[in-house]
């Protein structure tokens, strides 16, 4: 019988090194070294043909304060910060409406949603270019009403228009599965209780749906910031945001631990904002 | 005085009628009772009530004037919600104070009304707990404040003890009554569970696939049901069907029974025999109308109740009597009854049969 | 419905606003005209051109070696791990360690290998896109597959050990089977977001062999011609189907169950 125990506890160890050992070695060895590696690169200088040459420095850190880069990054948070408002006011309505609808068209709009992000990045991208062009179909029909035509493509907003359609569908999800968990009687209580339609949606639905609405900016905003290839697409490359910046440090200027300043920046915003997510869902509490 | 007067709703759902024009007065201060089985229109009603739902057809008046035409959210009708409904974001005393809030009182008058309806249901000192922090039956005191603090002229309870222990149940059971005293607000309490609805109401009304059976007192439901349906439905009853005679309801099979005077002769009535109305006596020569074998006894402490099997009857009879029973499983007995504690259901009346 | 009239303004504007541009790239697609902005009548002319160009062929040949080395590598390594985090520690933070390559900006996670790879010294080529996108190809398994497993009855497992059965063979015939709609499902995710990826292949594949996005990526950037129409619509009617019989495949394995 003694003999069984360690038998036992190494039968608990080994099936645990089976079945996690090689995913976890994996995810070590590409993923956790890489990122220990660019955020030690962070506090050395340059090297003169990119990589490091290992003597500490802060100056990586302090030249974010320069105002070439801060007017990028200030930027780049306000393009995103635009995508992001503009994804939660054309989502929310959407994802309310899909969560009220008969099951069978639920899924159809669902699908509906996801179709789109399902096909290439950058041919999404590229439609955009052919739809904007100065002779696309948008001018086109300014000028078929008699309209001057407008400039569109190489703008902001083409960028933000790019940005949206790239990320929609995350908010749109996240936001779904939060309304079509609230309890519908929630509504019907605050109404017995005396509120109009508006206020309670301000009291009730909205608060319980924020870990959703947060979810949904998370899932915009950072790879808004992060992307690099809309901006020189739809952008023309006039607006530098912060994911081109960070590509121009790797690819071009070869000062990886600038590029990697950067890079800590954006991963320093992903986990502010996952952890008002953790607060919101927190506060909206468990189901009553 | 009447408060609500609801005359001729009907709702259909698709194919199926949940309301069949559905008429009841409902006085002011009482406390009654809507109950059935599920599927019956209870909730249906209630939700017409709240103003979640609106019916087909029919009017429901509230003081005189139209119910109907008033948005939910204006109605002096609150409910406490089966599934309770508290805002889970929300303390206590703001779940309380939501509805005062939202009739834009003075902020000193909320903060005392919430401090003394919190004081009247007991839980002052979790006025600062989320509902996830509370026990069932303190959440149900707090769906109750929540309701009752706003004052409504009706008070609606979907439900209101089933989502609770056995224990809990009858001290709440207890406490809903003494506060429907205290406040005097009307209550309408919605439910499945007959005890729930005999040792709460002052009156109840039986409903029944859609329509409304019989309203009445409890004991009077008891003694006297008027349908086939409620006969069958509240309490236990042994039922025979037959035709009406001068001395009593000719069954097949049995005879004439003992039965008091009701409907015309000549026509089909149900007669229905409380268990505990019902005398066993030993077989001596000749006399009493039915002979029975005792199939099984069963003691329940205060009472005994004895299964017995009829010839030429399919169900079995059931007695109930006081203490332990004095007859044996296989013995023969006398079955009696006095014509008048028994109850005799015209069934034309309703197409509703006990199932 | 009724009751949120003006809700259904956004509503149909996210449809419309999803769609427009996918229908223009179509309809473009069979424009006779050079220019790709004026109709000049019915034409299957770009869809020739876009056959007989070599960049695009090896570019698809390289996206589907990576696509098929990377799901299949992921499917392995991502299912064992699902099963390891359900039923072998209840440690959040391996829980959160597995997801973190989804949540990642992809931007990161390349700069991350470039520079690791640069400090190994591995050359670049189609290996170090496929181990590129196995990091997260293999946390997007690892999410559905533990997502099926959450759904799953530990008592059948208990069942075959009370039976007699040894671990392996346990998960061999009760936890593999039960699981694999959800390793389908799993393996069909990773297979097409390694088709679609750009980012992380653009930092980590060698200028010589380029995968299908980056050969999309540099004729976008040099100017548009109608043989991009072409391949969108191509691309588009291959992603469709491929959603589309997924999501009827997922329905059927439920229906089955």
């Known amino acids: 019988m003694t003999a069984r125990q360690p038998a036992r506890f190494l039968g608990k160890a080994?099936?645990?090194?089976?079945?996690?050992?090689?995913?976890?070695?994996?995810?070590?060895?590409?993923?956790?070294?890489?990122?220990?590696?660019?955020?030690?690169?962070?506090?050395?200088?340059?090297?003169?043909?990119?990589?490091?040459?290992?003597?500490?420095?802060?100056?990586?850190?302090?030249?974010?304060?320069?105002?070439?880069?801060?007017?990028?990054?200030?930027?780049?948070?306000?393009?995103?910060?635009?995508?992001?408002?503009?994804?939660?006011?054309?989502?929310?309505?959407?994802?309310?409406?899909?969560?009220?609808?008969?099951?069978?068209?639920?899924?159809?709009?669902?699908?509906?949603?996801?179709?789109?992000?399902?096909?290439?990045?950058?041919?999404?991208?590229?439609?955009?270019?052919?739809?904007?062009?100065?002779?696309?179909?948008?001018?086109?029909?300014?000028?078929?009403?008699?309209?001057?035509?407008?400039?569109?493509?190489?703008?902001?907003?083409?960028?933000?228009?790019?940005?949206?359609?790239?990320?929609?569908?995350?908010?749109?999800?996240?936001?779904?599965?939060?309304?079509?968990?609230?309890?519908?009687?929630?509504?019907?209580?605050?109404?017995?209780?005396?509120?109009?339609?508006?206020?309670?949606?301000?009291?009730?639905?909205?608060?319980?749906?924020?870990?959703?609405?947060?979810?949904?900016?998370?899932?915009?905003?950072?790879?808004?910031?992060?992307?690099?290839?809309?901006?020189?697409?739809?952008?023309g490359g006039r607006r530098i945001m912060v994911g081109n910046l960070i590509r121009d440090q790797f690819l071009k200027a070869r000062d990886w631990p600038f590029g990697s300043v950067l890079a800590l920046a954006v991963i320093a915003v992903l986990v502010l904002l996952l952890f008002a997510q953790a607060w919101a869902s927190r506060r909206a509490g468990r189901g009553a | 005085m009447t408060l609500i007067s609801i005359d001729g709703v009907s709702r259909r759902f698709g194919e199926v009628t949940a309301l069949d024009s559905v008429s009841l007065d409902i006085r002011q201060g009482e406390f009654f009772a809507l109950l059935g089985p599920s599927g019956c229109g209870k909730t249906t009603l209630l939700r017409i009530l709240a103003g979640f739902e609106q019916p087909d057809t029919g009017s429901v008046r509230l003081d005189g004037s139209d119910l109907l035409a008033i948005p939910a959210h204006r109605r002096p009708v609150n409910l406490m919600f089966q599934s309770y409904a508290l805002f889970p974001h929300m303390s206590v005393e703001k779940n309380v104070a939501y509805g005062l809030e939202r009739e834009r009182l003075p902020r000193a008058e909320i903060r005392e009304r919430v401090a003394a309806v919190l004081e009247t249901v007991g839980l002052t000192a979790q006025a600062r707990r989320r509902p996830h922090e509370l026990s069932g039956g303190q959440r149900q005191r707090v769906a109750l404040a929540r309701a009752v603090v706003k004052r409504p002229r009706l008070l609606l309870l979907d439900e209101p003890l089933s989502a609770l222990d056995k224990k809990v149940r009858s001290e709440m059971q207890l406490e809903l009554k003494r506060l429907q005293h205290e406040v005097g607000i009307t209550f309408v309490v919605v439910t499945h569970d007959q005890e729930e609805a005999m040792s709460l109401a002052d009156r109840i009304a039986v409903m029944n696939g859609g329509r409304v059976e019989q309203v009445d007192a409890p004991a009077d439901l008891y003694e006297r049901p008027r349908t086939p349906f409620v006969a069958g439905f509240i309490g236990a009853n042994n039922l025979f069907t037959g035709k009406v005679t001068e001395k009593g309801l000719e069954v097949d099979g049995l005879g004439v029974l003992p039965a008091p005077a009701g409907p015309v002769e000549g026509e089909t009535a149900m007669l229905a025999v409380r268990p505990e109305r019902i005398r066993l006596d030993p077989v001596t020569e000749d006399q009493g109308v039915l002979r029975g074998r005792v199939v099984d006894v069963s003691f329940y402490g205060g009472v005994s109740h004895v299964a017995l099997s009829l010839a030429g009857h399919d169900r079995n009879l059931l007695a109930a009597t006081q203490g332990r029973a004095r007859v044996e499983t296989g013995a023969e007995v006398v079955i009696a009854w006095d014509a008048d504690d028994a109850a005799l259901v015209p069934t034309e009346v309703s197409g509703g049969q006990p199932s | 419905m009724r009751r949120h009239g003006w809700l259904r303004l956004p509503f149909w504007l996210t449809y419309l606003f999803l769609y427009a541009p996918i229908v223009v790239l179509v309809v473009m697609s069979f424009n006779r005209n050079k220019s790709p902005y004026t109709w000049g009548g019915f034409s299957l002319d770009w869809y020739g051109r876009l056959a007989e160009n070599d960049s695009i062929r090896t570019g698809l040949v390289n996206t589907l070696i990576v696509a098929f080395g990377s799901t299949v590598l992921s499917t392995v390594l991502g299912t064992l791990l699902a099963v390891g985090l359900a039923r072998h520690t209840r440690s959040r933070l391996l829980d959160a360690l597995s997801t973190l390559p989804a949540i990642l900006p992809d931007l990161v996670i390349a700069i991350g290998l470039l520079v690791f790879y640069t400090a190994i010294k591995l050359t670049l080529g189609l290996h170090s896109v496929l181990i590129a996108h196995t990091v997260f190809g293999m946390a997007f398994v690892t999410a559905v597959v533990r997502a099926r497993l959450g759904g799953m009855d530990t008592s059948l497992e208990e069942a075959s050990r009370d039976l007699g059965a040894a671990p392996l063979t346990t998960f061999v015939k009760i936890t593999l089977p039960t699981l694999a709609p959800g390793i389908v499902a799993g393996a069909l995710l990773a297979f097409t977001l390694s088709l679609d990826e750009f980012v992380i292949a653009f930092f980590t594949a060698a200028p010589s062999e380029p995968t299908l996005p980056i050969v999309i990526y540099s004729m976008v950037r040099f100017g548009v011609t109608p043989e991009i129409n072409a391949l969108a619509t191509l691309l588009l009617a291959v992603s469709f189907t491929v959603v589309i019989v997924a999501q009827r495949l997922t329905r059927l394995t439920e229906a089955l169950r």
């Open chain 1, 14 to 235: 080994a099936g645990r090194l089976a079945t996690m050992g090689p995913g976890f070695g994996f995810l070590t060895v590409f993923m956790l070294v890489p990122l220990a590696l660019v955020l030690s690169y962070t506090v050395f200088r340059r090297g003169r043909f990119g990589g490091v040459v290992y003597e500490p420095t802060g100056e990586n850190f302090t030249r974010l304060a320069d105002p070439l880069y801060l007017d990028v990054v200030i930027g780049s948070v306000k393009l995103a910060a635009i995508t992001t408002l503009l994804a939660l006011l054309l989502g929310y309505p959407t994802a309310y409406l899909i969560a009220k609808l008969p099951a069978r068209w639920k899924v159809i709009a669902l699908v509906a949603v996801v179709l789109p992000f399902w096909t290439n990045f950058l041919i999404r991208t590229y439609a955009w270019i052919v739809l904007l062009n100065s002779e696309g179909p948008v001018n086109s029909g300014l000028k078929a009403l008699g309209l001057e035509p407008v400039k569109l493509l190489y703008t902001d907003g083409a960028i933000v228009a790019g940005l949206l359609y790239a990320y929609l569908p995350l908010m749109i999800l996240p936001l779904y599965s939060a309304v079509e968990k609230l309890d519908p009687e929630l509504r019907e209580a605050s109404a017995n209780l005396g509120a109009r339609p508006a206020r309670t949606f301000w009291s009730v639905t909205l608060p319980l749906s924020l870990p959703g609405v947060l979810t949904g900016c998370v899932f915009v905003f950072v790879p808004s910031l992060g992307n690099f290839v809309i901006p020189e697409l739809l952008g």
